[in-house]
């Protein structure tokens, strides 16, 4: 399991980041998805994958949504860019990916 960590202040602080990595387990020669959804920012850049021995890691595409909602004459609009990744396991065993830094609106 991955655990994003954000430091947020200011401007920066409505801007959110998390991952999820579905399965958590899977067995040698399949794949798995860690989606990195980051909600508040305009824009965010590939972070940099950590190199794991028995894992690999490929990018499968970036999804945007943008939604506005108005509630009582006040408007709210939020963006949120979703970076997929697929995790594939060469060989057995116990993996910890490690945390990663995701720059947004850089």
Not at 6 to 16: I, L
Not at 55 to 75: C, D, E, P
């Amino acid at each position: 399991f991955c655990i994003v960590l954000v430091y947020a202040s200011g401007a920066w602080a409505n801007v959110a980041v998390t991952a999820e990595l579905q399965p958590d387990k899977i067995q040698q020669g399949e794949s798995a998805q860690l989606q990195i959804r980051i909600s508040g920012g305009t824009s965010a850049a590939q972070p940099v994958l950590p190199s794991v021995d028995g894992l690999s890691f490929s990018f499968a595409g970036n999804q945007t949504q943008h939604s506005v909602t108005i509630i009582n004459g006040r408007m709210s609009a939020v963006s949120q860019n979703v970076l997929v990744y697929l995790i594939h396991a060469s060989k057995p065993g116990i993996y910890s990916i490690p945390s990663l830094n995701i720059e947004v609106d850089g």
